[in-house]
């Protein structure tokens, strides 16, 4: 492959937000023959049990292997993959964050798969195969697993005070006051500033727009009007005392929803498995509904967390990994093993109301149609806008919020805000791509 400017690496991590498609420049494929034996893929993923997945595979596929290779997630698999990129010595396939797509394209270290999996995309929400399609054309990933954004709540803790589950944000901020009128030492939930997936889910049903691109020129819009909203709705509520304001995933957060002191958690899908341990004596009292929106009648979501299946351009056998990672989010039996082994929400909207996910996850009982109404939700999943340094925002979300979040004052964190947009626009510049001003 030709050498890339710094320009040519932005306009190709721009095609996901509708410029034009990076040409893949993988290697080509050469399948395996009769005489040389099978086809070995390696695959490294992070989500428990997926060498169970991959067993399955292997067992129906004697011409195409995979060996699946325990990894970190989040950044630090980020870093490995672009390093092993750099120096041809990539796996065939990775299990990559959706907001991690755009830097590895970037960095020139996943392949366009759009001709190998065509006719996937009917299996996905608009919303979650658009964060994997790169300007309508190439295909760098496959959705696996995604985390559609609800609203968690304390059923006989809303009834004992007398509260109605809100379907606004407004009216989430008057249940919010209504109950510190009430019961002055609890609060209906947190805001907490140490995990900014969360923030971003937010945004993204508000309309939040990160990053764009345009000609050559790439815009950060991480103080967009959508995210001032978020901002000033939350800064708002935290410095009038409504909510409270401490990190989530710690012993005293863990207490507060195991005692009632919060009543509701604004979470994903995958919540159930995180009040199991943190909440148990609470099982069977709690209830989800769809999240708050911020007009009546609307019906979008915001997503927290998920992955995708990407094949990367140091695969020699590009064709075989395409259909592995297209049987492993999309075939019955593959999706089946991947909620029972490694525990995710698929992304596959069939797989979402079947198999192990036909019944409620026991933590929620009281609600037998727990998943048929969370597959209907996460129909409503908003698009995202990811860019080559979500990494550099989320840091200095945390740092900045976390500021904004002890000062308890709403000015503090507008300024947040516009922090945290002025280090994510000077390390784009740092790093040689031209920004807007």
């Known amino acids: 492959m030709p050498q890339i400017t710094r320009r040519s690496l932005a306009a190709a991590t721009a095609v996901l937000l509708g410029a034009t498609a990076l040409t893949a420049c993988g ?222 995933y710690t012993p005293a957060w863990n207490n507060a929803l195991n005692t009632g002191e919060q009543l509701a958690w604004v979470s994903a899908v995958w919540a159930p498995g995180v009040l199991t341990t943190a909440a148990p004596d609470t099982k069977g009292k709690w209830a989800m509904a769809p999240l708050p929106q911020w007009s009546a009648g609307e019906n979008a979501t915001g997503s927290w967390g998920g992955s995708s299946t990407a094949v990367t351009t140091d695969s020699k056998h590009k064709a075989a990994a395409a259909q592995f990672a297209t049987w492993l989010n999309t075939d019955p039996e593959a999706l089946a093993a991947l909620v029972k082994e490694s525990g995710i929400y698929p992304a596959a909207t069939a797989a979402q109301t079947s198999g192990a996910l036909a019944k409620a996850p026991g933590y929620f009982a009281g609600q037998p149609d727990f998943y048929t109404e969370a597959a209907e939700i996460a129909k409503t999943t908003a698009p995202a806008a990811w860019g080559p340094n979500v990494n550099v925002a989320y840091t200095a979300f945390k740092d900045e919020f976390g500021k904004a979040a002890k000062a308890k004052t709403a000015a503090a964190f507008g300024e947040a805000l516009a922090a945290v947009q002025d280090t994510t626009v000077n390390d784009l510049t740092k790093q040689g791509f031209e920004v807007a001003k």
Do not use: C
């Open 27 to 248: 290697s080509s494929d050469g399948e395996a023959g009769a005489d040389s034996g099978p086809v070995k893929l390696t695959y490294w993923a992070w989500a428990p049990g997926m060498d169970k997945v991959a067993a399955l595979w292997n067992a129906e596929h004697p011409d195409i292997q995979i060996t699946v290779q325990k990894q970190a997630s989040g950044d630090d698999l980020v870093t490995k993959i672009i390093t092993a990129a750099k120096a041809h010595k990539g796996p065939d396939l990775v299990q990559a964050e959706y907001q991690a797509l755009p830097t590895l394209v970037s960095n020139d270290a996943l392949a366009d798969i759009s001709d190998e999996v065509q006719g996937a995309e009917k299996h996905f929400a608009p919303g979650v195969w658009q964060q994997t399609t790169f300007g309508g054309d190439a295909v760098y990933a496959l959705p696996q697993d995604s985390g559609p954004l609800m609203f968690f709540y304390r059923k006989d803790l809303f009834e004992q005070y007398g509260l109605t589950v809100p379907t606004t944000w407004d009216q989430f901020a008057e249940t919010a006051r209504a109950l510190k009128k009430k019961a002055p030492k609890k609060a209906l939930t947190t805001f907490s500033a140490n995990d900014a997936g969360l923030f971003a889910g937010l945004s993204q049903q508000a309309g939040a727009k990160w990053w764009t691109f345009e000609g050559d020129t790439w815009k950060v819009g991480v103080d967009d009007a959508a995210t001032k909203k978020v901002t000033d709705f939350w800064g708002g509520l935290v410095a009038e005392g409504a909510v409270d304001n401490q990190p989530m």
